[in-house]
C-alpha cells in the first residue's frame, strides 16, 4: 500500500508498475523509478543476502545515526509488547524463569535490544551484518545474573551472526519474537516460511511483533539507501494477514502508518499477535 506524495523532496512509488503472479512465490518489478526486479532462484536469492550484508556492514554506523533521529514507534510497541509478557498468565507460565526473546534483525542493538536486556530478558539477538554485531555487543552491557526473573536483574544477550533464515530452535523456545525493521529485506517466498518457523519456536501464547512495508500489490524493490544499493520485498496488506492467521496467529493489534525508506514515503503496517488458534482479534488502527 503507497501513498502518492507530489512534495518535490521525494518520489511516490506507482502502484501500476508492481506485478506479482497468482502463486505468490516470485514477484517482478515493470523497471521505473530505478526499481530493479530480481529472481528468487537459488541464485538470486543468494545474491539478495550478500548485498544486504554488505550494505549494512557499510552503511551500519550511518543507519544507527538515521533511525535514532527520526521518530518511531518502536519504543511504544516494545513496552506494549513486554507489559504483555509480565501479565499473571504469563508470568505463571514461565514459573519464575527469564522470558526468552528472540529478535530478528537486531542492528546495532539500540534500543531494542538493550532496553530487552535492561529489563531482564534472555534475549537471542540475530543480524546478517557482522558490523552490525559488533556494535550491538558494544551497546549492550550484561549484570551478572541468578538466571531467575528477580527486579531490577540484568537479562542475558546471545549474539547470532547470520541469515535469519537459517536459524533453527526446537518447538516452544520463545516467550516472543521480534522482526523489526528486517523481514522486509527478506524475499517474498522466504518471508511466509519465516512466520511458519516463528510460529513453531514460540510458546503456546506467546507473541510475535514484526513490522512490514505494504504495497497495492506484491513486488521487490532495489535501489540506493544512505548510499548503497538495498534490496525490499512487500505483499499488500490483505497478504499479510492471510499469511499471519494462516499459520496461526491471533491479530492483538495492527498499526498503519509512514516509513521513509529510499527517499519514498511507502506504507509500514505493524502487526502484533500472539500465537494461539481460534478467533481474530482486531483492536486497533491507527495512524501513526
Not at 71 to 97: D, F, M, T, Y
Not at 144 to 164: A, H, N, T, Y
Not at 167 to 182: C, E, I, K, R
Request: proline share 4%; net charge neutral; glycine share 8%.
Amino acid at each position: 500500500m503507497t501513498i502518492p506524495n507530489n512534495d518535490a523532496t521525494t518520489t511516490p512509488l506507482d502502484n501500476s508498475c508492481w506485478v506479482a503472479n497468482n502463486d505468490r512465490n516470485t514477484a517482478t518489478n515493470n523497471a521505473t523509478n530505478n526499481s530493479t526486479n530480481i529472481s528468487n532462484s537459488a541464485t538470486g536469492t543468494a545474491s539478495i543476502k550478500a548485498l544486504v550484508q554488505t550494505s549494512y556492514d557499510t552503511i551500519a554506523v550511518r543507519y544507527l545515526e538515521w533511525a535514532t533521529s527520526i521518530p518511531s514507534p518502536r519504543l511504544e510497541l516494545l513496552q506494549k509488547l513486554l507489559h504483555r509478557l509480565q501479565a499473571p498468565s504469563v508470568a505463571g507460565s514461565i514459573a519464575n524463569a527469564k522470558p526468552r526473546i528472540l529478535e530478528l534483525g537486531c542492528g546495532a542493538g539500540v534500543p531494542t535490544t538493550q532496553l530487552l536486556v535492561r529489563s531482564g530478558y534472555d534475549v537471542t539477538a540475530n543480524d546478517i551484518s557482522a558490523t552490525q554485531i559488533q556494535l550491538a555487543r558494544e551497546h549492550v552491557t550484561v549484570r551478572p545474573s541468578s538466571g531467575k526473573c528477580e527486579p531490577g536483574e540484568s537479562g542475558s544477550v546471545e549474539f547470532v551472526l547470520g541469515d535469519m533464515m537459517e536459524l533453527d530452535f526446537p518447538a516452544g523456545t520463545f516467550d516472543a519474537v521480534l522482526g523489526l525493521y528486517s523481514i522486509f529485506h527478506l524475499p517474498l517466498d522466504e518471508q511466509e516460511m519465516l512466520m511458519r518457523r516463528v510460529f513453531r519456536w514460540l510458546k503456546q501464547g506467546g507473541h510475535l511483533l514484526i513490522n512490514v512495508g505494504v504495497m497495492a500489490d506484491s513486488g521487490t524493490i532495489r535501489e540506493k539507501f544512505l548510499g548503497k544499493e538495498m534490496y525490499w520485498s512487500c505483499f499488500p496488506e490483505s497478504v499479510y494477514r492471510d499469511i499471519v492467521t494462516r499459520e496461526g496467529f491471533a491479530f492483538v493489534e495492527v498499526r498503519l502508518g509512514l516509513m521513509w525508506k529510499m527517499g519514498r514515503m511507502c506504507r509500514s503496517c505493524g502487526y502484533w499477535g500472539g500465537n494461539r488458534r481460534g478467533q481474530f482479534i482486531y483492536r486497533s488502527r491507527v495512524d501513526i
